[in-house]
């Protein structure tokens, strides 16, 4: 993660002025020269994916878990997870997949999804439509250059999925002072990407090398909430289902590391991830399948699903 702590968020400059579709190739205001698909798709270091923006009912698995995606001479690059985020890859991400262009159309060949296919159409001077006529699903991607794009900004706005990153979070240290609690207790941590996307799991186990080795005590639902007039503090709530609930402050101290304050008793700790998983969608980054109670996150649309405008020409 790249501590730029940039405060204007998304509001980040276009380096491209108006443009338009014309004959299968984009026409931009200061060139009169046409440029193709492939030159539009490199003229940006990283596209956001917008899911929010998305139309229609259907899904692209690659798509819809990626934060960013890199079009890079024929090879397609994406930021899927928020552990380094900005530094991997030299911000680029992972490769996942290559590409090709015909004409307005957009080929992929991705490492776990297989071919997929995409009618690419020109929105403004920095936003493309992916229109996936197998989906009927259209996907809104934005373009950046790497120099001003807000990593810090997305690895905040999307922290619950952070927390998804690691197999478990071991507590490492606990302050000496606070009054004692029932928390005290609790030795590990697990956010699982479950279909609410909001289940957690605690243990009170000692000492447990494999994550997989570890007992779950006790099970419930966590919420991540933001704090008013700051990006970077958040709060943690544990709704534990046969237990009160526990608050926390959220503090980010690394890639790997948290930092919890107990709201009643005072009490710091700091938990560590362990067992980190890269994300292609069926695989950890040992290449283990990920079973259903852990299966990998996807980005959730926040706003109402909607049918897709876009009239499919290959159908």
């Given amino acids: 993660m790249k501590t730029l702590k ?14 338009c579709v014309v004959d299968d190739v984009v026409i931009v205001d200061n060139n009169p020269q046409p440029i193709s698909l492939n ?19 259907g899904e692209v698995p690659f798509l819809q ?44 060949d991705h490492d776990v999804d297989g071919f997929d296919s995409f ?7 920095n936003t493309i439509e992916l229109y996936n006529p197998f989906t ?11 120099s001003n794009f807000d990593y810090d900004f997305v690895f905040y706005d999307n922290i ?14 606990t302050s000496n002072f606070g009054a004692l609690n029932e928390f005290d207790n609790e030795n590990y941590l ?39 007039g700051t990006l970077y503090d958040k709060t943690l709530t544990l709704n534990y289902d046969f237990f009160s609930n526990e608050y926390f402050d959220l503090n980010v101290i690394n890639d790997s590391t948290i930092e919890l304050l107990h709201a009643d008793s005072g009490t710091v700790y700091e938990f560590k991830g ?8 069926t695989q950890n980054s040992e290449g283990r399948m990920i079973e259903q109670t852990d299966k990998p996150k996807k980005r959730k649309q926040k706003t109402v699903k909607k049918d897709n405008p876009r009239t499919n020409t290959r159908s």
């Avoid at 928020?82 to 890859?89: E, M, N, R, Y």
């Fill in 190 to 228: 697990q956010f699982l990407s479950a279909d609410n996307d909001a289940e957690f799991r605690s243990s009170q186990d000692i000492n447990i090398l494999n994550p997989n080795n570890i007992f779950w005590d006790f099970t419930g639902v966590y919420n991540v909430g933001d704090v008013a």
């Fill in 6 to 19: 940039l405060l204007f968020g998304f509001v980040l400059s276009a380096t491209l002025l108006t443009s």
């Fill in 119 to 125: 009618d690419v159409f020109q929105i403004d001077s």
């Fill in 65 to 108: 878990i990626a934060f960013t995606v890199s079009f890079r001479n024929g090879a397609l690059y994406a930021n899927n997870n928020l552990v380094g985020i900005g530094s991997q890859g030299n911000g680029f991400g992972i490769p996942i997949g290559y590409y090709d262009t015909i004409g307005m159309q957009l080929d992929v």
């Fill in 39 to 57: 030159q539009l798709l490199n003229s940006y270091d990283l596209w956001y994916v917008d899911v929010n923006a998305t139309q229609g009912f």
């Fill in 274 to 281: 362990r067992g980190y998983i890269e994300f292609l969608r």
């Fill in 136 to 146: 009927d699903t259209s996907y809104f991607l934005d373009g950046y250059q790497r």
């Fill in 160 to 173: 619950h999925y952070f927390l998804q990153e690691y197999e478990a979070w071991e507590k490492t240290f």
